[in-house]
């Protein structure tokens, strides 16, 4: 369902203080039956298709991936509603796609005990097939692993979190993990601005066609998310049927300017959004809201609709060397892993005596080097420009 189809967009916003199993089980079922229970996107007899956030696999504290008391929760209405259940998800681009990189971050991430749930199974299938999709705006074509496509309909349980490249990471960037880890990288060589890359993931998001959003916000990531950020608590449980909507209701509840994210942005433009069409059911945005949350170091304020911010980036994407952000290897922690190298782009790190190094020159600041690194082992640092001009423009 698209933000089209309907005259108001619900979404369900439900309170939960924590993570105990009855009371997730109890947010959720509540939220989803605020926009309009599980009958209205399910149907008895289906095999659905749900997609957390596992990106690659941490412990639930982390705030990395969807909570493993969430996602029981949703299998559980979802199996009890007569479907039977895949998990699967893609973990990020520095992880090859296959079977045991599965297991481990199922296993790191508390899933491995939903397979034993009834009727529900975790993907090891690994395969992948390219989709032709000629209505997208913006590409055409994607390769979207086999279990996605295999399924009768695709239920996405997400995680908010802030993220560096685009802002925030919710529910329409959450189908970044349809395509297969190795994949990836060439998205972000090709789309080299949050807008892009927004555009990018509404295609994908309109290829797949998830029926129904439900988002994990209890614990959520502030500060360098996606995965070197730091845990806080929210306290909310979301759901709607439009991953849009979901994504500007997420925002407006950890301080952000809609859109100043650049999915959501892309989503005014093609006209697949309008604020004022969202109607939010159960508590409200203003006795959740949490407008402290911490931002990532390279979000900044004000959103894309303001000239201050247009002009700026005008000049500064010109000096992008001596302004933004780049990549900074922390010796000490650093594990040899080489997930950099293998997750960039554009081939720009290289190694010196085992440990990788970042060409600035090639390096399109994408930061999915520092996205994935584990152990933490690269910062962003800033350049001379950025350090002069960041006042001026917070």
């Known amino acids: 369902m698209t933000l089209e189809d309907v005259e108001k967009i619900p979404v369900g916003l439900v309170r939960c203080d924590n993570y105990d199993e009855d009371l997730i089980e109890q947010a959720v079922r509540e939220v989803i039956d605020l926009v309009g229970g599980i ?12 997609k957390p956030n596992l990106l690659m696999g941490a412990e639930p504290a982390k705030a990395v991936c969807t909570h493993p008391a969430v996602l029981k929760a949703v299998c559980t209405i979802i199996t009890g509603h007569g479907c039977t259940v895949t998990i699967a998800d893609s973990p990020g681009a520095g992880i090859p796609y296959k079977p045991r990189n599965l297991i481990k971050a199922y296993d790191l991430a508390g899933y491995t005990e939903l397979g034993t749930c009834p009727d529900v199974t975790l993907n090891k299938d690994t395969s992948s097939r390219t989709v032709s999709f000629p209505e997208g705006f913006f590409v055409k074509q994607f390769e979207i692993i086999s279990p996605i496509l295999d399924a009768d309909a695709v239920v996405v349980v997400s995680k908010l979190k802030t993220h560096i490249y685009t802002g925030l990471t919710g529910a329409t960037k959450n189908m970044f993990g349809a395509i297969p880890g190795l994949d990836k990288p060439p998205y972000h060589a090709r789309m080299q601005d949050d807008l892009l890359f927004g555009k990018m993931l509404l295609d994908l998001n ?56 650049g999915s959501i942005k892309a989503a005014e433009e093609q006209g697949l959004t309008d604020e004022s069409r969202i109607e939010v059911k159960g508590a409200t ?31 500064v994407y010109r ?19 080489l997930k950099c190298e293998r997750i960039c782009p554009v081939s720009a790190v290289n190694l010196q005596n085992g440990y990788p190094t970042f060409d600035k020159g090639t390096c399109i600041r994408c930061y999915c080097c520092h996205e994935m690194c584990d152990s933490h082992a690269i910062n962003l640092q800033p350049g001379l420009l950025y350090r002069i001009l960041r006042p001026f423009i917070r």
Do not use: N
Request: net charge positive.
């Open 39 to 50: 009958s209205r996107f399910l149907k008895p007899g289906m095999h659905v298709l749900v």
């Open 206 to 261: 309109r290829c797949v066609k998830p029926v129904l959003q439900v988002m994990d916000a209890m614990d959520i990531m502030e500060g360098d998310g996606p995965m070197a950020g730091t845990p806080a608590h929210l306290g909310a449980i979301l759901a709607s049927p439009d991953y849009v909507a979901t994504d500007i209701v997420a925002a407006r509840l950890i301080g952000f300017e809609p859109l100043s994210i």
């Open 285 to 315: 945005i203003q006795e959740l809201a949490r407008p402290d949350t911490v931002k990532p170091q390279t979000q900044m304020p004000g959103g894309s609709s303001s000239w201050i911010r247009s002009l700026f980036r005008t000049v």
């Open 319 to 337: 000096l992008a060397g001596s302004y933004t952000l780049h990549p900074h290897l922390i010796k000490r922690k650093c594990t040899r892993c």
